[in-house]
């Protein structure tokens, strides 16, 4: 629970007790009070900001006891400076404000002119303007200001409930006084909030998506005439911000720029802090960041509702309707955030995932880029559903949208891996075809030009397997970080399938396989398939001990498929790829005295006999009622 420590502070005989005395009695005391009061800590009341427990420190301005004033300054959370008179309130200019500085206190101070009830003029808005603005002007650690009188108790809960809210809601960080603007960091938290709850993105909010923020932010409708008022008070102010569609960005920047000049900053602390903004206006890093584990074996992905959100989120964006998100428009979906997250721009994205005939990513691609993202950098995913505005009824938040697959530890076991995201490696000698493995798996158009593949490069899509289900396949090729990442245990831990490829019709592609399996052992615990590119061309036998298919017969496993990147039939090649991270044990060099998995076969046997055990009860019965 939040705690707010105030230290009273000002000259002798300005008032610092009878205010004090006055709130926690609710009287004016005549007789003399003692010179410091004791502390005093008063318990969370309903209608004090945050729900705070606030504790108030006397202190003395007399020159011995400044030891302890500095001491209670440096504690404080908010400053209570009380003056009453002319003398009193030039100190607070000349020693006051100077001093707290010197001792490097930096927290808001609330200017506080006592005993108005000795006022000739009373204690009108204007006196308050008039007096205290110049000083307000030079000291910005001034949040408010007011007049009080404990004689009259006029204003004494105010004072305090404003010490508790330049602490809870604290305007420095809004608003500037000086410029008479609301700051860039708070103009760009409110963009994000105005950007967020335009649904519709039109760039307005109509009445319906005013009234969605007002019950979001403050859990109750806008009153009959509410609604007008907002709007004629903003057509008054800025003039063309109230259009056909509704307020645009400006109207609501204005709004809240209102409630700050008039002292109603806690109006936007309330809507930033609904948006999960802290102090320093940044979102919480909680809320950024959330508690999410992948095991050791298991891998996350985005869950129906992670897709669901990411598909409406394309679909809104896509303003032409032409299938594909255009610069101008991923630029308007990415408002909300720090740009592109740095690992899409590391794969050079869009070219890493699924493009129309414009060059722009479709919803395939999209949902690909995600479900890739997903797989290598949840954490990262996480953090851009929360920018995005992702919300959830589920008390995990942004980690709704993800799961966690299951653990898979044997792959050399029959049966299915429970997860709907794969990693591939595609390995091979340089010039194998790998590059043009990529470029059709994205269904790019075939080029004879040959450019080596330096940094890895990834490409994602979405594979149907038989029977009409979906997955999606990451295809990676290595580059010359290709040694260090076969060398590395958790890379080849979290790759579900190697795709060994050579070209066929040069004589010494084979071999680099061969060499490759030779030096690194451990590729031998993951499944892999064998193929040979460039089939479009004249064959030519490889100069290695085995030829491919005799190679692969001494494994006991399947023979090379022949394919080309120009054959439209390549596509059953990634078909089988995604079947065989499904099925990975089918995917396994079988030894001879390996154990025939007879599972299918003993179902259709006992399929079999519950058949024939039916068909006999079912003839007994008609033999016995005949």
Same mark, same amino acid.
């Given at each position: 629970?939040?705690?707010?420590?105030?230290?009273?502070?000002g000259?002798?005989?300005?008032?610092?007790?009878?205010?004090?005395?006055?709130?926690?009695k609710?009287?004016?005391v005549?007789?003399?009070?003692?010179?410091?009061?004791?502390?005093?800590?008063?318990?969370?009341?309903?209608?004090?900001?945050?729900?705070?427990?606030?504790?108030?420190?006397?202190t003395?301005?007399?020159?011995?006891?400044?030891?302890?004033?500095r001491?209670?300054?440096?504690?404080?959370?908010?400053?209570?400076?009380?003056?009453?008179?002319?003398?009193?309130?030039?100190?607070?200019?000349l020693?006051?404000?100077?001093?707290?500085?010197?001792?490097?206190?930096?927290?808001?101070?609330?200017?506080?002119?006592?005993?108005?009830?000795?006022?000739?003029?009373?204690?009108?808005?204007?006196?308050?303007?008039?007096?205290?603005?110049?000083?307000?002007?030079?000291?910005?650690?001034?949040?408010?200001?007011?007049?009080t009188?404990a004689?009259?108790?006029?204003?004494?809960?105010e004072?305090?409930?404003?010490?508790q809210?330049?602490?809870?809601?604290?305007?420095?960080?809004?608003?500037?006084?000086?410029?008479?603007?609301?700051?860039?960091?708070?103009?760009?938290?409110?963009?994000?909030?105005?950007?967020?709850?335009?649904?519709?993105?039109?760039?307005?909010?109509?009445?319906?998506?005013?009234?969605?923020?007002?019950?979001?932010?403050f859990?109750?409708?806008?009153?009959?005439?509410?609604l007008?008022?907002?709007?004629?008070?903003?057509?008054?102010?800025?003039?063309?911000?109230?259009?056909?569609?509704?307020?645009?960005?400006?109207?609501?920047?204005l709004?809240?720029?209102?409630?700050?000049?008039?002292?109603?900053?806690?109006?936007?602390?309330?809507?930033?802090?609904?948006?999960?903004?802290?102090?320093?206006?940044?979102?919480?890093?909680?809320?950024?960041?959330?508690?999410?584990?992948?095991?050791?074996?298991?891998?996350?992905?985005?869950?129906?509702?992670?897709?669901?959100?990411?598909?409406?989120?394309?679909?809104?964006?896509?303003?032409?309707?032409?299938?594909?998100?255009?610069?101008?428009?991923?630029?308007?979906?990415?408002?909300?955030?720090?740009?592109?997250?740095?690992?899409?721009?590391?794969?050079?994205?869009?070219?890493?995932?699924?493009?129309?005939?414009?060059?722009?990513?479709?919803?395939?691609?999209?949902?690909?880029?995600?479900?890739?993202?997903?797989?290598?950098?949840?954490?990262?995913?996480?953090?851009?559903?929360?920018?995005?505005?992702?919300?959830?009824?589920?008390?995990?938040?942004?980690?709704?949208?993800?799961?966690v697959?299951?653990?898979?530890?044997?792959?050399?076991?029959?049966?299915?891996?429970?997860?709907?995201?794969?990693?591939?490696?595609?390995?091979?000698?340089?010039?194998?075809?790998?590059?043009?493995l990529?470029?059709?798996?994205?269904?790019?158009?075939?080029?004879?030009?040959?450019?080596?593949?330096?940094?890895?490069?990834?490409?994602?899509?979405?594979?149907?397997?038989?029977?009409?289900?979906?997955?999606?396949?990451?295809?990676?090729?290595?580059?010359?970080?290709?040694?260090? @990442?076969? !060398?590395?245990?958790? $890379?080849?831990?979290?790759? #579900?399938? &190697?795709?060994?490829? =050579?070209?066929?019709s040069?004589? +010494?592609?084979?071999?680099? @396989?061969? !060499?490759?399996?030779? $030096?690194?052992p451990?590729? #031998?615990? &993951?499944?892999?398939? =064998?193929?040979?590119?460039k089939? +479009?061309?004249?064959?030519?036998?490889?100069?290695?001990?085995?030829?491919?298919?005799?190679?692969?017969?001494?494994?006991?496993?399947?023979?090379?498929l022949?394919?080309?990147?120009?054959?439209?039939?390549?596509?059953?090649?990634?078909?089988?790829?995604?079947?065989?991270?499904?099925?990975?044990?089918?995917?396994?060099?079988?030894?001879?005295?390996?154990?025939?998995?007879?599972?299918?076969?003993?179902?259709?046997?006992?399929?079999?006999?519950?058949?024939?055990?039916?068909?006999?009860?079912?003839?007994?019965?008609?033999?016995?009622?005949?």
């Open positions: 629970m939040a705690t707010v420590r105030i230290c009273v502070c000259d002798e005989g300005v008032g610092k007790s009878s205010i004090i005395t006055n709130l926690v609710d009287v004016f005549t007789a003399k009070l003692q010179p410091v009061l004791p502390q005093v800590t008063l318990p969370p009341t309903l209608g004090t900001p945050e729900n705070v427990t606030t504790i108030i420190v006397d003395s301005a007399v020159p011995h006891e400044r030891h302890a004033l001491k209670e300054l440096r504690k404080s959370n908010v400053i209570l400076l009380v003056y009453s008179d002319h003398y009193s309130y030039e100190r607070v200019a020693f006051w404000m100077p001093y707290f500085r010197s001792l490097g206190v930096n927290v808001p101070v609330v200017l506080c002119a006592n005993k108005s009830d000795l006022q000739s003029n009373g204690p009108t808005s204007q006196v308050v303007a008039e007096e205290m603005l110049p000083v307000m002007n030079e000291f910005k650690e001034i949040d408010s200001c007011i007049r009188s004689k009259d108790h006029h204003n004494i809960n004072v305090f409930f404003l010490c809210k330049a602490v809870t809601h604290p305007i420095a960080p809004l608003y500037d006084s000086k410029e008479a603007a609301l700051k860039p960091a708070a103009i760009s938290a409110l963009q994000r909030v105005f950007h967020l709850c335009d649904t519709d993105k039109d760039g307005y909010w109509n009445d319906s998506e005013i009234h969605d923020f007002q019950l979001k932010c859990e109750k409708p806008l009153g009959g005439d509410d007008f008022n907002i709007k004629k008070s903003i057509e008054r102010f800025l003039p063309g911000s109230m259009g056909e569609g509704g307020m645009d960005e400006r109207g609501f920047l709004l809240n720029k209102i409630f700050a000049e008039k002292g109603r900053h806690e109006t936007i602390w309330i809507i930033l802090r609904k948006f999960k903004y802290t102090d320093s206006l940044s979102l919480q890093d909680q809320f950024l960041r959330p508690k999410f584990d992948v095991p050791q074996y298991s891998s996350a992905e985005l869950s129906p509702v992670g897709y669901r959100f990411f598909a409406d989120l394309f679909l809104v964006f896509d303003k032409n309707n032409d299938g594909g998100l255009d610069d101008s428009e991923l630029v308007a979906l990415f408002a909300p955030t720090p740009g592109i997250p740095p690992s899409w721009v590391d794969s050079a994205f869009p070219s890493c995932t699924v493009r129309n005939e414009a060059g722009y990513i479709t919803l395939q691609g999209w949902l690909a880029q995600w479900s890739m993202t997903t797989f290598e950098e949840p954490k990262t995913t996480l953090e851009y559903l929360a920018y995005l505005g992702f919300e959830s009824t589920d008390r995990g938040g942004t980690t709704a949208a993800l799961k697959t299951k653990a898979r530890k044997r792959r050399n076991r029959p049966g299915r891996v429970e997860r709907n995201v794969f990693l591939c490696y595609v390995l091979g000698a340089s010039g194998s075809g790998k590059s043009a990529l470029s059709a798996f994205l269904q790019r158009p075939f080029t004879h030009m040959y450019h080596p593949t330096i940094k890895p490069r990834s490409a994602v899509n979405s594979v149907e397997l038989k029977g009409g289900k979906q997955c999606y396949l990451i295809l990676e090729e290595l580059g010359e970080l290709e040694p260090a @990442i076969l !060398e590395n245990k958790a $890379k080849l831990d979290a790759c #579900d399938l &190697l795709c060994y490829t =050579y070209d066929s040069e004589p +010494d592609s084979f071999a680099h @396989i061969v !060499e490759l399996r030779k $030096k690194y451990d590729l #031998d615990h &993951l499944p892999a398939v =064998y193929t040979a590119l089939a +479009d061309q004249d064959k030519t036998m490889q100069r290695s001990e085995q030829q491919p298919d005799e190679y692969t017969s001494a494994l006991n496993m399947s023979a090379p022949h394919v080309s990147a120009t054959w439209s039939s390549i596509q059953e090649l990634f078909v089988h790829l995604a079947e065989s991270a499904t099925y990975p044990s089918t995917a396994f060099p079988k030894t001879d005295d390996e154990p025939t998995d007879n599972s299918n076969l003993y179902i259709a046997l006992g399929a079999v006999a519950c058949a024939a055990a039916s068909a006999i009860f079912i003839w007994r019965r008609h033999v016995s009622s005949s």
